[in-house]
């Protein structure tokens, strides 16, 4: 009897030991499983600093193929767990998201999941034609080109605006704009009406009035300016010299508005075929200014316009040493006199065309 109490008294002791090292060793795993459960959420996890796009319908998988491609981040493990914890991956929105060095997992799934986009610079200057614009333009946003220049067959909202086929591109004037990736055309539309009511303010508009003209004539004629001179300090003489020619009701005569006609820009001299072309945008045949501008102009255009220079300039010619400035003169003799030695440069380079 003495000894059975004896051996249970010794085997309770051994149970014991065993249940300690057991908890012990449980108690370490959870920790370390805990540790790392902390670090998969709260540890730095962005090894490179990089804008990446989610495009529409795309999944959790991809979403990881594509932070992998850019090798973005440090732990796609840890990515993936706290997604799926966060049910990432019934919400992935599209758009363009910008991860910064130093976030944690945690906070990268957050930004995903509340489609956080990072806006982008759209710059759209340099165009032309409606075909340069929505090339331009689709590089930036998710709208592509074809439905930017589906917006220029949509009379009915032009005419909403106050706008015609022809008068439409003087709505999108050039500058440097803040879009999300995710912006659609008729988006993309809405806000350039924005920015075109923005910019015609008070200001501009009264400048417009005291010339004559509203904004839309404004932006044809520095369309015209544009075109005419790559010199930033000629805008504003180029710019009071067709003024004063639409005062004295003189033929604008602007090559420019010829090679739109014709529909060549690359035109280095302008023939008398080339003047004979019947089109409204001719101004060798037709009086006043164009129907619409020949181009998108700029800003700095624009304001040559109504800030333009005062002089009594009419008669205007490319320099022959091609510096790309011009002689301007007040009479058609002196501007002859010029106009022969252009002709002559150009002969003397066999620029024909």
């Given at each position: 009897m003495a000894i059975k109490?004896?051996?249970?008294?010794?085997?309770?002791?051994?149970?014991?030991?065993?249940i300690i090292i057991f908890f012990s060793i449980a108690f370490i795993i959870v920790g370390l499983r805990g540790y790392?459960?902390?670090?998969?959420?709260?540890?730095?996890?962005?090894?490179?600093?990089?804008?990446?796009?989610?495009?529409?319908?795309?999944?959790?998988?991809?979403?990881?193929?594509?932070?992998?491609?850019?090798?973005?981040?440090?732990?796609?493990?840890?990515?993936?767990?706290?997604?799926?914890?966060?049910?990432?991956?019934s919400t992935v929105k599209p758009g363009r998201y910008l991860m910064k060095k130093g976030m944690n997992t945690n906070q990268v799934v957050n930004k995903l999941r509340a489609g956080e986009q990072e806006p982008l610079h759209v710059i759209f200057n340099n165009a032309r034609f409606k075909e340069d614009l929505a090339g331009k333009v689709s590089r930036y946003i998710q709208a592509d080109s074809l439905s930017?220049?589906?917006?220029?067959?949509?009379?009915?909202?032009?005419?909403?605006?106050?706008?015609?086929?022809?008068?439409?591109?003087?709505?999108?004037?050039?500058?440097?704009?803040?879009?999300?990736?995710?912006?659609?055309?008729?988006?993309?539309?809405r806000r350039m009406k924005l920015e075109y009511?923005?910019?015609?303010?008070?200001?501009?508009?009264?400048?417009?009035?005291?010339?004559?003209?509203?904004?839309?004539?404004?932006?044809?004629?520095?369309?015209?300016?544009?075109?005419?001179?790559?010199?930033?300090?000629?805008?504003?003489?180029?710019?009071?010299?067709?003024?004063?020619r639409l005062k004295r009701g003189m033929l604008l005569q602007a090559d420019p508005t010829?090679?739109?006609?014709?529909?060549?820009?690359?035109?280095?001299?302008?023939?008398?075929?080339?003047l004979e072309t019947d089109s409204?945008?001719?101004?060798?045949?037709?009086?006043?200014?164009p129907p619409g501008p020949i181009n998108f102009p700029e800003v700095s255009a624009i304001d040559a316009v109504l800030?333009?220079?005062?002089?009594?300039?009419?008669?205007?010619?490319?320099r022959e040493d091609f510096s790309g400035y011009h002689h301007f003169s007040t009479t058609l003799t002196e501007h002859n006199r010029y106009a022969a030695r252009y002709r002559a440069a150009l002969n003397a380079r066999k620029i024909w065309k």
């Open positions: 109490k004896k051996s249970t008294l010794m085997l309770f002791p051994k149970i014991g030991k065993f790392q459960l902390y670090t998969y959420v709260f540890q730095e996890n962005v090894k490179t600093e990089k804008a990446f796009i989610i495009p529409d319908g795309a999944s959790v998988y991809q979403v990881t193929d594509t932070l992998q491609a850019n090798d973005i981040l440090l732990n796609y493990k840890a990515f993936r767990w706290v997604s799926n914890k966060k049910k990432y991956p930017i220049l589906q917006l220029f067959d949509d009379r009915d909202q032009m005419e909403e605006w106050g706008f015609t086929p022809e008068t439409f591109s003087a709505m999108f004037i050039p500058n440097t704009y803040e879009f999300y990736w995710t912006t659609g055309a008729e988006e993309f539309a009511d923005r910019f015609w303010n008070d200001n501009r508009r009264q400048k417009a009035e005291a010339l004559g003209l509203d904004p839309v004539d404004v932006a044809t004629l520095a369309s015209i300016v544009q075109e005419e001179t790559v010199k930033s300090d000629e805008l504003k003489r180029v710019a009071g010299l067709y003024i004063n010829v090679k739109y006609a014709v529909g060549d820009f690359s035109l280095r001299r302008v023939l008398n075929v080339h409204p945008y001719n101004t060798y045949k037709y009086a006043g200014l800030d333009c220079e005062q002089h009594k300039y009419v008669y205007m010619v490319a």
